[in-house]
């Protein structure tokens, strides 16, 4: 009976060994804020934001001008003449609201391009340290999502070293 409790109880060990997983977690965000290539994108798209801003402000000034013009000169101008100036002025009215809102998503479109390598490389070095360090999940602690997590070890500091980040 003893040497069946002793095997039981080996069995039972080597079993439940099997299940246990090693876990880890990195915060992504302070991943990203850490790997070089990030500053390199927020500095590109800073450049193509101010690009797509100076048009945007070309356009109002051009606006803003019109508008001045049609109210000092309303009451000089004809009605032909006044249709026309007012039809004008919506016209660019509507390519500014379009150009805006074709800006903002090329503006998104611009990030994830830019941002995408860097998302790859940082995904590529979590596999490598997580395989290599043996981890059979590593969490994103910068989601949100994850309220309580069980003891674990962060893998921010090998991702860095395994980046060649201080």
């Known amino acids: 009976m003893r040497t069946f409790i002793i095997i039981a109880t080996l069995?039972?060990?080597?079993?439940?060994?099997?299940?246990?997983?090693?876990?880890?977690?990195?915060?992504?965000?302070?991943?990203l804020a850490a790997m070089p290539e990030s500053q390199?994108?927020?500095?590109?798209?800073?450049?193509?934001?101010?690009?797509?801003?100076?048009?945007?402000?070309?356009?109002?000034?051009?606006?803003e001008s019109k508008?001045?013009?049609y109210q000092s000169n309303q009451t000089?101008?004809?009605?032909?003449?006044?249709?026309?100036?007012?039809?004008?002025?919506?016209?660019?009215e509507k390519r500014i609201n379009k150009f805006q809102q074709t800006?903002?998503?090329s503006l998104s479109e611009k990030e994830q391009e830019l941002l995408q390598p860097v998302l790859d490389k940082a995904q590529k070095a979590i596999d490598a340290v997580a395989e290599e360090k043996g981890y059979d999940y590593v969490f994103d602690t910068s989601n949100g999502m994850l309220l309580h997590y069980?003891?674990?070890?962060?893998?921010?500091?090998?991702?860095?070293e395994h980046l060649g980040i201080q």
Request: proline share 4%.
């Open 150 to 160: 069980p003891d674990g070890d962060n893998l921010l500091p090998a991702v860095k």
């Open 11 to 31: 069995l039972t060990g080597i079993a439940t060994s099997g299940l246990a997983q090693k876990i880890g977690y990195v915060n992504s965000n302070e991943l």
């Open 76 to 92: 000089l101008w004809s009605d032909p003449v006044k249709e026309s100036k007012v039809e004008e002025i919506g016209s660019l």
């Open 40 to 63: 390199k994108v927020q500095a590109d798209l800073e450049k193509y934001a101010k690009e797509l801003e100076s048009q945007l402000t070309t356009m109002s000034t051009e606006y």
């Open 67 to 69: 508008v001045s013009e």
């Open 103 to 105: 800006a903002q998503k």
